[in-house]
């Protein structure tokens, strides 16, 4: 039972070091996307991202903090 139990913690351990770096990525792309809109805007007019990039920077933060919550972008 001791082996099945480090297993599980075992485990625990991989998903919160995977959440952490998917949430890492999230906040990447939302970086990407928001000077993207910034040079947009200064080339141009505002390509319209700022909803998208809430949303990244939303559930990056909410992936970091172990917050898990069930969230799709309406199309």
Same mark, same amino acid.
């Given at each position: 039972m001791a082996y099945k139990a480090e297993s599980f #913690? +075992? /485990?625990l351990d991989k998903v919160a070091k995977a959440r952490q770096e998917f949430s890492g990525? $999230?906040?990447a792309i939302a970086n990407t996307l928001t000077?993207? %809109?910034?040079?947009g805007e200064? &080339?141009? &007019?505002? $390509? =319209? $991202? %700022?909803s998208a #990039?809430? /949303?990244l920077e939303l559930v990056s933060r909410n992936l =970091? %903090? +172990?917050?898990f919550r069930c969230w799709c972008w309406a199309t």
């Open positions: #913690i +075992s /485990d990525y $999230l906040n000077q993207v %809109e910034q040079e200064t &080339a141009s &007019a505002k $390509l =319209g $991202l %700022e #990039i809430e /949303d =970091g %903090e +172990s917050v």
